[in-house]
């Protein structure tokens, strides 16, 4: 078993011990995603990306999508017409597929319940970072209008603008650091005294590149290995098997 395989389990490992803490932590806050991590809307993204793309005459598969989560919408688009027209997407271009692209996710969530489902557990997560007295911030490349109105309605209480950074916050999004680094500043915080919880690969890299101990949720149908291959902490199958992990990671107890 190679060491990234070893972090692929479903209990807490010694990965995320800090030494010298005895115990005591030092978390103040836990930063999460949105899309995959608190709500399963990657399915509909994905759909949306595949179709608008290749209609483009930029081939994109689901699994393309998943693999480039996190990215901001031009970011995305200008990996595809770098591989197909050897040059970056206009911001021209990119407004038209990030338009049309919004527009297929919206009928693709219409055509399944309307709007996109919580992540199991996701609730239950977040009730324990809150109880454990930890600030609850929001890191997502998404730049939907309704994002909170959406998060105080399935998360009320937990989510506020001041602890927010979404893809118009930032300049670079991820993989880069920038959106933790932003989020970090936000709080008041640094490296040490965050956790992030991420289901992309992308994401996860972005997490680790600004210093933050990391925990992945393999919520889609990439391999978890990708996951841990990123520098992720620990890989859990699920939210909800982090839900019943999530305060003693917090506290560091028994590790
Ligand atoms: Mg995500």
Known sequence: MSMSENKVQNHITPLLKREGQGGNSS???VLFDMDGVLFDSMPGHAYAW????????LP????????????????TISIFTQKYWGRDATVEEADELYRRKTIVFNEYQAAHGG???EIPGAGAVLNAVRDAGLLRVLVT???????????EK????HFTPELMVTGDDVRYGKPNPEPYLIALKKAGITADEALVVENAPLGVRAAVAAGI???AVNTGP?????LADEGAAIVLPSMSALAEQVSEIINNKGI
Do not use: F, V
């Open 27 to 29: 978390i103040k806050a």
């Open 50 to 57: 595949a179709k608008i793309m290749t209609e483009y005459g």
């Open 60 to 75: 994109m598969r689901e699994e393309d999508a998943y693999e480039n989560e996190g990215r901001t919408g031009i970011g």
């Open 115 to 117: 709007e996109a489902p």
């Open 141 to 151: 490349g998404s730049a939907q209008q309704s994002l909170l109105t959406r998060l």
């Open 154 to 157: 399935h998360y009320p209480g």
């Open 213 to 215: 101990t990391t925990i």
């Open 222 to 226: 990439l391999d978890a290995k990708l």
